[in-house]
């Protein structure tokens, strides 16, 4: 395996990475010469310098991942990367705790308007009553995002005996009650804080969330901290708010464009400005390259992925359970698609017991990327399994039910309807590996691994030996065998482990064994 390193991240990210595969560390390629060499690599790393192109991932024939050093994905095109099946990973919590102390720091340099200070004595110059300062104590904190980075700044701002508002859309009021926070709306927020920190991510909705009007609104002693997004506030009428008086300061962390040397906001002495330096702690920096160094190595290994952005969000409490059972879904697509017959029409996925108590999206994922892999010219996975199906007009439907006669805790079961009839097919996880427990209503156990030859019948003497003479005439040795049956001497079911492969020759004089009504050999 190959991957790419485009930006600088933390050495501690670069040698996991080089546990497993050769590193490229090739810092400040261009566009065009990273759309020419992109293709010899299986994962590429960036941070927020790189641009990550819907050219440059169609030129990636190899590309599995794509990680993220950081929270913001916006100079990654994540359509483009899931139509190409490529999985986008990110550290969201990697920082949290270095944004949320830098906005706590610039809140601090405006109230006692530190940086002035600072440049006015290395001036030579001795103005105490200039840079009169405001406690941050008694004042009204208003935060606009709650998310984990928004919340850290929010507790330590209680910590500092300060009030917080909240305006987040997307989180319960009893959530809010739990941090101390007390939820308003976005023009309550703004008419009544004395400080206003950002820290919801840039979408259709927030973009320009603040502008002109809402600078109208609030008080002439309030000053705004953005360590968020730049697009978040419109530059023009914060700089125009803070020099007409309209607010009394502002310290900003982002920009529209970045670098951002030639900012109308580095006019202003009213605005403490960084250079995008949120995330920027020697710890903070080591845990995001390491996160999502072990991130791309897991979805190089064929492992879910933490924070995938383009697959469904997976809390790591139901991680480490979902896991398997998503490689037992895979194993049951697989082995579905090699039974069936016809034209498909209908796939259903029942998932029963334990597992049904979790978010099962990531397990109908895995089914259909097992269901569709041998049969589809695209390259198939968990990102864009999914889309796939639908681009082929399948109808996927997903159910959760009770295990019924299973003694097992959790199951899975997969009907696949077709113009030729159904197959169905369950599994479970038994001692940490998936089996197959039933096929076409026949109870069995089968470990989904080489090569096993299913045979319907009539249960009848003579026939199983009759199979087995023959595959040992053709020098193919049978590796386990079962029958599940319905009933003495009725229709049975054969299940052959095989340590070779049985060609159509030999699968013919099967079939031709009298009450032998079908016979296929499947791989998994």
Same mark, same amino acid.
């Given at each position: 395996?190959? =991957?790419?390193?485009?930006?600088?991240?933390?050495?501690?990210?670069?040698?996991?990475?080089?546990?497993?595969?050769?590193?490229?560390?090739?810092?400040?390629?261009?566009?065009?010469?990273?759309?020419?060499?992109?293709?010899?690599?299986?994962?590429?790393?960036?941070?927020?310098?790189?641009?990550? #192109?819907?050219?440059?991932?169609?030129?990636?024939?190899?590309?599995?991942?794509?990680?993220?050093?950081?929270?913001?994905?916006?100079?990654?095109?994540?359509?483009?990367?899931?139509?190409?099946?490529?999985?986008?990973?990110?550290?969201?919590?990697?920082?949290?705790?270095?944004?949320?102390?830098?906005?706590?720091?610039?809140?601090?340099?405006?109230?006692?308007?530190?940086?002035?200070?600072?440049?006015?004595?290395?001036?030579?110059?001795?103005?105490?009553?200039?840079? &009169?300062?405001?406690?941050?104590?008694?004042?009204?904190?208003?935060?606009?995002? $709650?998310?984990?980075?928004?919340?850290?700044?929010?507790?330590?701002?209680?910590?500092?005996? &300060?009030?917080?508002?909240?305006?987040?859309?997307?989180?319960?009021?009893?959530?809010?009650? !739990?941090?101390?926070?007390?939820?308003?709306?976005?023009?309550?927020?703004?008419?009544?804080?004395?400080?206003?920190?950002?820290?919801?991510?840039?979408?259709?909705?927030?973009?320009?969330? @603040?502008?002109?009007?809402?600078?109208?609104?609030?008080?002439?002693?309030?000053?705004?901290?953005?360590?968020?997004?730049?697009?978040?506030?419109?530059?023009?009428?914060?700089?125009?708010?803070?020099?007409?008086?309209?607010?009394?300061?502002?310290?900003?962390?982002?920009?529209?464009?970045?670098?951002?040397?030639?900012?109308?906001?580095?006019?202003?002495?009213?605005?403490?400005?960084?250079?995008?330096?949120?995330?920027?702690?020697?710890?903070?920096?080591?845990?995001?390259?390491?996160?999502?160094?072990?991130?791309?190595?897991?979805?190089?290994?064929?492992?879910?992925?933490?924070?995938?952005?383009?697959?469904?969000?997976?809390?790591?409490?139901?991680?480490?359970?979902?896991?398997?059972?998503?490689?037992?879904?895979?194993?049951?697509?697989?082995?579905?698609?090699?039974? #069936?017959?016809?034209?498909?029409?209908? #796939? #259903?996925? @029942?998932?029963?017991?334990?597992?049904?108590?979790?978010?099962?999206?990531?397990?109908?994922?895995?089914?259909?990327?097992?269901?569709?892999?041998?049969?589809?010219?695209?390259?198939?996975?968990?990102?864009?399994?999914?889309?796939?199906?639908?681009?082929?007009?399948?109808?996927?439907?997903?159910?959760?039910?009770?295990?019924?006669?299973? !003694?097992?805790?959790?199951?899975?079961?997969?009907?696949?309807?077709?113009?030729?009839?159904?197959?169905?097919?369950?599994?479970?996880?038994?001692?940490?590996?998936?089996?197959?427990?039933?096929?076409?209503?026949?109870?069995?156990?089968?470990?989904?691994?080489?090569?096993?030859? $299913?045979?319907?019948?009539?249960?009848?003497?003579?026939? %199983?030996?009759?199979?087995?003479?023959?595959?040992?005439?053709?020098? %193919?040795?049978?590796?386990?065998?079962?029958?599940?049956?319905?009933?003495?001497?009725?229709?049975?079911?054969?299940?052959?482990?095989?340590?070779?492969?049985?060609?159509?020759?030999?699968?013919?004089? =099967?079939?031709?064994?009298?009450?032998?009504?079908?016979?296929?050999?499947?791989?998994?």
């Amino acid at each position: 395996m190959r =991957i790419i390193v485009c930006d600088p991240i933390a050495s501690d990210g670069v040698e996991l990475l080089r546990t497993q595969a050769d590193v490229d560390v090739r810092v400040g390629l261009t566009a065009e010469v990273l759309e020419s060499v992109i293709g010899e690599y299986d994962a590429a790393v960036v941070r927020s310098e790189t641009k990550i #192109t819907a050219r440059i991932l169609a030129a990636g024939s190899r590309l599995k991942v794509v990680g993220r050093a950081g929270v913001g994905i916006d100079n990654i095109d994540v359509e483009a990367a899931t139509q190409h099946g490529i999985v986008v990973v990110n550290a969201p919590t990697g920082n949290n705790i270095a944004a949320a102390e830098h906005a706590i720091a610039l809140m601090f340099s405006l109230a006692r308007r530190i940086p002035q200070a600072h440049a006015s004595l290395k001036a030579g110059k001795w103005e105490r009553s200039k840079f &009169m300062g405001t406690e941050l104590r008694s004042k009204t904190l208003g935060v606009i995002g $709650l998310g984990k980075i928004g919340t850290a700044v929010a507790r330590r701002a209680l910590g500092l005996e &300060m009030k917080v508002l909240g305006f987040d859309p997307f989180i319960s009021p009893e959530h809010a009650r !739990s941090i101390n926070v007390q939820l308003v709306s976005l023009d309550e927020l703004l008419r009544n804080c004395d400080f206003i920190t950002i820290h919801t991510p840039l979408t259709s909705s927030t973009r320009n969330l @603040i502008g002109a009007r809402q600078f109208t609104m609030m008080k002439p002693t309030a000053c705004i901290v953005n360590t968020s997004r730049g697009d978040i506030i419109e530059e023009h009428a914060l700089y125009a708010a803070v020099e007409e008086g309209q607010i009394a300061g502002a310290a900003i962390d982002v920009f529209v464009e970045e670098p951002a040397t030639n900012s109308i906001l580095l006019k202003s002495n009213k605005i403490v400005v960084t250079p995008h330096l949120g995330g920027s702690t020697k710890e903070a920096q080591v845990s995001v390259a390491v996160d999502v160094a072990d991130q791309i190595l897991a979805v190089l290994d064929g492992k879910p992925a933490r924070y995938a952005v383009n697959l469904p969000m997976i809390p790591p409490e139901s991680l480490s359970f979902l896991t398997p059972y998503m490689l037992l879904g895979e194993k049951l697509g697989e082995l579905a698609t090699q039974l #069936t017959d016809g034209q498909l029409d209908t #796939t #259903t996925i @029942i998932c029963s017991g334990d597992i049904a108590q979790h978010d099962t999206t990531p397990l109908t994922a895995a089914v259909i990327k097992g269901l569709l892999r041998p049969v589809s010219e695209e390259q198939v996975n968990l990102v864009n399994a999914r889309l796939i199906a639908r681009n082929r007009g399948l109808n996927i439907i997903e159910q959760k039910g009770s295990v019924g006669e299973v !003694s097992h805790g959790s199951l899975i079961a997969v009907n696949v309807s077709t113009s030729a009839g159904l197959t169905s097919v369950a599994g479970t996880m038994v001692r940490g590996e998936p089996h197959i427990v039933q096929v076409d209503g026949y109870w069995v156990d089968l470990v989904p691994s080489g090569y096993t030859l $299913l045979s319907h019948h009539r249960d009848r003497p003579g026939i %199983i030996g009759a199979v087995g003479v023959l595959l040992g005439s053709h020098d %193919i040795n049978i590796s386990s065998m079962q029958v599940g049956r319905m009933q003495k001497r009725g229709p049975a079911l054969m299940v052959l482990g095989l340590d070779e492969h049985i060609d159509e020759e030999v699968l013919a004089q =099967i079939r031709a064994i009298p009450d032998i009504h079908t016979a296929k050999v499947v791989s998994l």
